[in-house]
């Protein structure tokens, strides 16, 4: 095999990874406040690129002459703050009326509700059932190593999105509400008994998990260049098991397990014998064997390790 | 006088389970004034109602004169309630010196937080040559201590402490009762729940009796420790 494609392969390898370490991210924090699995995770991040979109289609009508990467800057912030909103909103009005009631009440209800978004930005997004070219946000640089292609907007959708992962890391581990977000991971009651205001915390924790898989979202569309209403389902699938093969609660497992499942996805294209449509089953039937090795997860201690 | 604490008529109750049923009490500032009652009476419910936590089917709360009853959990630790929960709820996670800090969750001042933190780590030297270990690697009695140097860490007007002898070696305990009596003295007031009778009576000033969600008997505590019909009527 030529060692520019290799290149290639890392480098796609590398945007994947980002990707799906930022949605697991979120499953990871939810689970790790709340004890719920949030499965309408996947269309928040869908939801991101279309706000994004919309945001860009408004900055066009609004004030063509804008510079680029002012519209940028704008359609980021717009699109991030857009969805954190709603993710709150979705901890007000869905997951916290559902927690006294079963685990399983809450994963139906987000499931539903990741349904309801999807047809919802079908129906209603202008020709919305049609995939949808997301604009190039980004200048087009590039350089040329043998075969392989290093893209500008791909290091910084990347750059972007680490510096983003740390912060939130930064956050959570560094600052006064950071450390109220972890003791309501480890122990909500002796949280509120510190005089945490655990509604708050809640939505903090939702406003941050649901802005990063906006962020996601912007990044598949910039890295495609297209998005359509169903992106967030597998996107969804794929977060949440990066998020429980490194352990759900435990965001140094999710972004790890980002990676490992991006790479897996890589190594099934390259080293499988047969058509790269099956890197997805290779990749999943390796997440079901680690799984199996490790049943609390690849950076989980015991069965209640959080945040 | 005004009084530090006062419950008027508490009941309250899980879903249709009944656990306390006209509760009234008060506690007179700067005092050490305790609750005692067998297994499953109803104490640690009654420390729920009054932090917030359960809201009461019926009755008020009186903290300092003003009606605390139906606020936020966080609002009333705002109003300078603490609270040492029963089976230490230390974050198991988070190195000594975070559940330090998070007992002070709510003070703005960092000097104060600092200052604080040395009183704790004087009354506690060990606890400051763990500071950075995670306290849900310590034994049992050091995170007995983690939990009280918690509590104190807010400068509580009003303490509450839920049975801090539970699991504990019998030296452990008497240092426990030792560090209460201590902190009652320097003028906090002081919510002591417990089954140990005798040591509790003996550092408190005032005390009541619970059973099954039912204040049974109330008194000074040298009276409480001499009736004997109350000593074998609840505590066998
Ligand atoms: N979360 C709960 N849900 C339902 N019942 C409870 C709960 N907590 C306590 N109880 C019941 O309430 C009664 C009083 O419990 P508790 O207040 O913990 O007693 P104590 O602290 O005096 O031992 C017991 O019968 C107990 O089983
Ligand atoms: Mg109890």
Redesign the interface.
């Known amino acids: 095999m030529d060692i520019s494609l290799l290149l290639q392969f890392f480098i796609n390898g590398c945007m994947l990874g980002m990707m799906y370490a930022l949605v697991a991210v979120g499953f990871t924090l939810f689970f790790g406040v709340l004890d719920v699995i949030v499965f309408s995770h996947g269309d928040s991040v869908m939801v991101g690129a279309f706000a994004g979109l919309s945001f860009y289609l408004l900055c066009m009508y609004l004030s063509p002459g804008m510079p680029v990467w002012l519209v940028t800057l704008f359609v980021s912030f717009a699109g991030m703050a857009f969805v954190a909103g709603f993710g709150m909103l979705v901890s007000r009005f869905v997951i916290m009326p559902l927690r006294s009631a079963p685990a399983l009440n809450t994963l139906l209800a987000t499931m539903m509700l990741g349904t309801v978004m999807r047809e919802a930005v079908r129906l209603f997004f202008p020709d919305g059932s049609n995939p949808k070219p997301f604009p190039r946000l980004l200048p087009d640089w590039s350089w040329k190593f043998g075969g392989a292609l290093l893209r500008f907007d791909n290091i910084a959708l990347f750059i972007a999105g680490g510096l983003l992962i740390v912060g939130v890391a930064l956050l959570i581990n560094h600052t ?1 509400l950071g ?2 977000i ?2 309501v991971a ?2 909500a ?10 509604p708050f915390i809640v939505l903090l924790t939702f406003a941050i998990g649901s802005a990063v898989a906006a962020f996601a979202g912007l990044m598949n569309g910039l890295y495609y260049n297209e998005i359509n209403f169903n992106l967030g389902l597998l996107l969804g699938v794929i977060g949440f098991s990066s998020a429980v093969i490194g352990g759900l609660g435990n965001i140094y497992g999710a972004i790890l397990g980002g990676f490992v499942f991006a790479f897996l996805q890589v190594f099934g294209t390259v080293a499988m014998p047969f058509s790269s449509a099956y890197k997805d089953v290779f990749a999943f039937g390796v997440v079901i064997v680690l799984m199996a090795i490790f049943p609390t997860g690849i950076l989980s201690e015991r069965q209640s ?3 | 006088m005004r009084q530090a604490l006062t419950l008027n008529h508490i009941s309250a109750a899980y879903g249709k389970a009944d656990v306390l049923s006209d509760v009234s009490l008060t506690m007179e500032p700067g005092r050490i004034t305790c609750l005692l009652g067998a297994n499953g009476a109803g104490k640690s419910t009654l420390i729920k109602v009054l ?1 917030g ?1 359960l809201k009461p089917r019926a009755g008020e709360i009186f903290f300092e004169g003003e009606n605390i009853a139906g606020l ?3 609002e009333i ?2 109003r300078g309630i603490a ?1 040492i ?1 029963e089976g230490r ?6 190195t000594v010196e ?1 559940n330090l ?3 002070a ?2 003070e703005p001042s960092t000097e104060r937080i600092r200052k604080k933190m040395a009183e704790v780590y004087a009354l506690f030297p060990r606890l400051q040559e763990r500071r950075a270990q995670l306290a849900g690697t310590m034994s049992g009695g050091e995170q007995a201590m983690v939990s009280i140097g ?1 509590g104190l860490m ?1 400068s509580p007007r009003l303490l509450i402490i839920d049975e801090p002898s539970l699991g504990l070696s019998p030296v452990l305990v008497s240092d426990n009762f030792r560090i209460i009596r201590r902190i009652g003295e320097a003028g906090t007031s002081v919510f002591l729940v417990e089954q140990n009778v005798r040591q509790t009576l003996a550092i408190s000033s005032y005390g009541y009796v619970l059973s099954q969600g039912r204040i049974v008997a109330r008194g000074n505590a040298r009276d409480l420790r001499d009736d004997e019909a109350v000593r074998e009527a609840y505590f066998g």
């Not at chain 1, 009651?189 to 655990?198: L, R």
């Not at chain 2, 709820?89 to 988070?94: A, L, N, S, W």
């Open positions: 006064r450390m109220a972890r003791a480890q122990d009651e002796a949280a509120q008994i510190m005089g945490v205001d655990f390790q959080r945040v | 932090l936590l936020q959990p966080h630790i705002g609270c929960p709820r230390i974050f198991p996670k988070m975070e800090y998070m007992g969750y709510q918690r807010p």
